[in-house]
């Protein structure tokens, strides 16, 4: 469910960035790395992000070793601690972080725009990028965190539902792997592993820049130069391959609870699909809406069954996702998930109604803040704009394309997306586990 919301948040505030339609320059460094940049002198505040194509679809056959190589990006660098990096950057006020998923790893930082204590922070994250210690004692350390994730993997039915649906829906793609590592690549991971990962995927060439604050072009540029100086160019990584469509499927995971976690869902879409503007409308009629849709109404309001219930589309490099979920009572599981299906049948033969478009529509483009909300929003946007490749009209023509849409255009993309012979359908609870049809 987070994820749904977290889709449309990010899209109400692309909204609302189209309309504040901020000039984003863009070019690309000395070495090769894309760079978006957008000056915003309403504050004295610079918002840098480094994105790479390093996130988990980039394991390999060591699963995990994307997510330990970015956490240890941050345990010391240039033979600095990680603890003397951490003063260091608290006593200028400077946030540094680090992030992963399945498409990108990122370092992220947040400044001062004095050009004194920016530059302490462009300092560090360039021995990151040319220095990195990963030290074995901090290798051994990160590793027992992640076995420790997988034990409270292991006591969440929610993420045990995401990750078996995950698995299901890319049983041979690199998506489909976990991307925390399980116990035995986890044990796999060495210094000598970590460093080959670094050495291929955090290179200048793959490479991708947004910055957002109170600088003007020529010091963003200087920025940029001094994040990469020494760095290796390196080459950008390979394309990932595409995605084969899963066959319709019912998995049944036992957990001892008295609530179900259930999940439906299927491939679907990549980043940028043309597609995206109707299908985003029309899931947000369908579940998007929380108890305003289709399904909160029929599963949630009139019957009772279910505490939650919801729809999202997840985009990616590659198809992401469609995924219909809910949580509710064990013994009404099989009453839910009949529910949920028919509910999303009748959807896509009649569409929406006039009423109810016109009122996703508005919701959409009427409910976004009146202003951006941090430069860190906005960098965040631009990470994905330059990660993906969208175009850098993306932001100003998202409610416009919003406002277009039609309940035809509407029925069309999700004929052409969402198939019922493609659909796996996920539920993990209590003995039983409902008892589906």
Known sequence: MRIGYIVGVIFLLLGNFADAAPKIDQWYSTNGARVLFVQAESLPMVDISISFAAGSARDGEIYGLAKATNSLLNEGAGGISATDISKRLEQVGIKLSTGVGRDMASISMRSLSDKDKLQQGLEIINLM?????????????????????????????????????????????????????????????????????FNRYYVVTNATVAIVGDVDHARAMEMVESIFSGAALGEKAEPLPQVKSAKAEEVRVEFPSQQTHILIGQNAIKKGDKRFPALYVGNYILGGGSLISLLGEEVRVKRGLAYSVYSYFSTK???????????????????????????????????????????????ITGSYPLGIASNGDIVSFLKVIGFYDLPLDYMDTFTSKIEKVTAQDIKDAFAEVVKSENMVTVLVGGEGVGGVK
């Open 317 to 363: 490099q590659q198809r992401g996702v469609f995924v219909m979920g809910a949580q509710t009572r064990g013994s009404e599981a099989g009453q839910s998930v009949d529910v949920m299906r028919k509910v999303l049948e009748d959807f896509m033969k009649k569409g929406p109604t006039p009423e109810k478009l016109e009122a996703a529509k508005k919701n």
């Open 129 to 197: 990028l040319t220095k990195p210690d990963f030290g074995e004692q901090q290798i051994e350390r990160q590793k027992k965190f992640m076995r420790i994730s997988l034990e409270q993997i292991k006591q969440s039915p929610g993420k045990i539902a995401s990750m078996k649906l995950n698995e299901k829906l890319y049983p041979e793609h690199p998506y489909g792997r976990p991307a925390g590592g399980d116990e035995d690549t986890i044990a796999r991971i060495t210094r000598e592993k970590v460093l080959a990962f």
